[in-house]
Nanobody
């Protein structure tokens, strides 16, 4: 099983990035997917999730209204569109797969990706 994130990089405040997470080796449409992030010297934070059949999404208050999660079960891919980025969004972003209805807890994670770095700085 592999989850591979991409799309990270450096961007100025107010900018946008779109992260992708491509899954292989698992029955993708049987898993909900969550995005987590870990900023320097901070605990890991769940930020968004999407149910396996796209029926439900959820967002952390810190990103609500700025980030959008979506998935394509044909391409085995989950996306995280991030708009109006702020310096506090600087972190390594991880996608994860689990059996929870909408994966927003570390205890529910079955598989982790290795992460992609997002830096927001002027």
């Amino acid at each position: 099983v592999a989850l591979v994130e991409s799309g990270g990089g450096s961007v100025q405040p107010g900018g946008s990035l779109r992260l992708s997470c491509v899954a292989s080796g698992l029955a993708f449409n049987k898993y909900s997917i969550g995005w987590f992030r870990q900023a320097p010297k901070k605990y890991e934070e769940p930020i968004a999730c999407i149910a396996r059949n796209l029926s439900n999404t959820n967002y952390a208050d810190s990103v609500k209204g700025r980030f959008t999660i979506d998935r394509d079960n044909v391409k085995n891919t989950v996306y995280l569109q991030m708009n109006n980025l702020k310096p506090d969004d600087t972190a390594v972003y991880y996608c994860a797969a689990g059996y929870e209805r909408c994966l927003m807890t570390e205890s529910g994670v079955e598989y982790w990706g290795k992460g992609t770095l997002v830096t927001v700085d002027s």
